[in-house]
């Protein structure tokens, strides 16, 4: 139960969590988790009624409100969109912990479980939230589907989108929304800290692998689920380690590998790409050398010593490897105990590379 | 009874003026969320601290937390510089997880331990009179204002002393680099000073309203000033003022006293961003009427000044063409021309509009310029 509904939440908020993460908006979810307290304290408040709709409705009510709220005080005046969003993250915050305690202290003290809200429970997940996830995740999918260009030009181009009239407002809203329904809905399973990891690690690990938005949006949602599975299973094997942490290790796990090893991208594969850009030069000038050298003597396979190369290379630590790879390949040979000589192909090879050069100085 | 409200006073007062004095190089920066993420990340600063020295009051928690705190900013700024993911995702990325293994580690002890993420998150000002500072068998008074004092004390001195580094680093950091400031090393103490400054604060208001009191004031004080160091003094003075209106506030509702401070810096803020004398909203709304009709006054006068003395002058200069030569709404139309004749600039002799002296003087000013 716990890892369907896990695995459900992490689906949906890698697809939604993609687009934040496109827009620079990483720490949008962050702001709305937290200000959504107020609103499902409100909610409780006015109607006395915990059934989970309605704190919900407030929770999105508030959160769709915080995020106008940052984009306003953002667009209208100097203070950044950073300090906009802690601000108003935490002011609402604050106002939902005034509320909180308010209720503490009514006689009838029906508030126990709200604060479920707040930090998450995902131990305490039940058919009806699996239920609630399913529809609320099936929606913001056909929504995707249904506005899947408009959304596309507005992310990567927001002004070409307005000048094709695309209304950039209306979707930029409807964008917020999905993504405040997301946050909501995940609210009560992964907690406020966690919910944020939930919607920008799956983004942040898919975007290293590829570069379209399709396949992005698709493998985050996959990383998101996968994530979900892994952590909720893991803290059901090991005794006294709650599901949403374990989660967000899994999915910082991926983005670790992610950063690290993704091609094209990740650090280590650039490191690799670098190292091997470096050798194939310091062959070819290996090779050129001991062409130029060579003519200075009778015959174009002439040997030079290994320490000769050295001193010529001192920085090419592993001469003598780079040159066995290259007698491998035939181009050069051995002679006699440690003298390094051209063979036939391996001339033309070197001339072909100092014609190359030449061409493009 | 009134001794232990006042205590409470103050240490929230102290608290605030020592986040609001660090928030504002976090917000001119733009850096404000990573005092939510090092406020988050103390956490596990905290439990590593507590599993070292075995014990919550040991000093090793407050020096454990500060460089967990150094440690999120460096994390996040080595992500971003890798160039893989921006800077608001770096953040996402770094806190959770620190946040994570913190949670995760106190749950492993739990039982055993009396720290729960509650207490983390939320605090309670209220009873920190009922911990007290005894040295030598005299009361001290509260532990936490002697804390929150001396981080305020440590925040001054460090701004005092660095202020022209901070100060340079802030609005210009390749001059600084340039002129040999190290901004790196500025970065660092910044944010040792700010994670010092949430673990002493969260003890007292709970992790995420040091947010609120770090960003709100200083942001508010962003609106009011274009002087760094007024920006520091209005910032300290909003902090102070949000604490006594919040806890006037909880006293009055009987509500979350860290709450209602929180609630209060924003309301300070929202009073600030709509009704501030330069950059609030209702001003920049005000100084664009005002500058609409401004120009309608100048084009006003040039429109007389050039029609003046010729044959059609007559039926340029009534009132009622004014609507349809320059697309005028009437209400408009008679407020410029009401404004022009009250700046003395023109006449208005019954539907017939003409220039005074100075009114020609100001048109054959306008065309010149």
Known sequence: MVALGSSLLGLVSGLLGSFAFLRRQSLLGDAVSHAALPGIALAYLLTRDKSPLILLIGAAMAGWLASYLVTHIASHSRVKYDAALGLVLSVFFGIGLMVLSFLQKQPDSGQAGLDRFLFGQASAMSADDITTISIIGGLSVIALLLLWKEIKIFIFDEGFAGVIGYSANKIDKILTSLIVVAVVVGLQIAGVVLMSAMLVAPAAAARQWTNGLKPMVLLAGFLGMLSGLAGSTVSGLVPRLPTGPAIVICLSFAVAVSLLFAPGRGLVWNLFARWRNRQSLRRETILIDLLEMARGHDSIEHGHSLAVLKLMYPEIRGLRGLLADLEKEGYVVKKGSSEWALTPAGAEKAAAFAERIEAKQ | ?369
Request: aromatic share 8%; charged share 15%; glycine share 8%.
């Open chain 2, 1 to 369: 009874m009134m001794h232990a409200q006042l205590e409470v006073i103050l240490v929230a007062v102290a608290t605030s003026i020592a986040c609001a004095v660090a928030g504002v190089f976090l917000v001119l920066r733009r850096m404000a969320l990573m005092s939510d993420a090092i406020s988050h990340a103390i956490l596990l600063g905290i439990v590593i601290g507590f599993l070292i020295g075995g014990d919550l009051s040991s000093p090793l928690l407050i020096i454990g937390a500060a460089l967990i705190g150094v440690v999120t900013a460096g994390l996040t700024e080595t992500i971003k510089r890798t160039g893989l993911v921006k800077e608001d995702a770096a953040i996402g990325l770094v806190f959770p997880l620190l946040f994570s293994i913190g949670v995760i580690l106190i749950s492993r002890l739990s039982g055993d331990v009396h720290l729960d993420t509650d207490s983390v998150l939320l605090g309670e000002i209220a009873f920190a009179p009922f911990r007290r500072l005894q040295i030598a068998g005299l009361d001290f008074g509260p532990k936490s204002l002697a804390v929150m004092i001396a981080i305020l004390l440590m925040n001054a001195a460090f701004i005092i002393t660095f202020f022209k580094e901070l100060k340079l680093s802030t609005f210009d950091p390749s001059l600084a680099a340039a002129l040999g400031f190290a901004p790196w090393l500025i970065q660092y103490l910044l944010m040792g000073i700010v994670s010092l400054t949430a673990v002493g604060a969260f003890d007292a208001v709970g992790s995420i309203l040091v947010v609120a009191l770090m960003i709100a004031p200083p942001a508010g004080a962003y609106l009011l000033t274009d002087r760094l160091s007024a920006m520091i003094w209005i910032a300290a003075a909003v902090g102070a003022l949000s604490a006594i209106g919040g806890y006037w506030i909880a006293d009055l509702l009987d509500v979350s006293i860290a709450g209602s401070m929180a609630a209060a810096c924003g309301a300070i803020f929202l009073l600030i961003y709509l009704f501030a004398p330069q950059s609030g909203l209702f001003s920049a709304r005000r100084r664009r009427t005002r500058q609409r009709l401004e120009y309608a006054v100048g084009m006003l006068l040039i429109h007389l000044r050039n029609h003046e003395n010729q044959p059609e002058a007559d039926y340029e200069r009534s009132p009622a063409h004014l609507e349809n030569h320059f697309r005028w709404e009437p209400v408009f139309a008679r407020k410029v021309v009401k404004r022009a004749a009250d700046l003395g600039l023109i006449e208005d002799q019954t539907e017939k509009l003409s220039l005074t002296p100075n009114g020609r003087h100001a048109a054959g000013e306008l065309i010149t310029r």
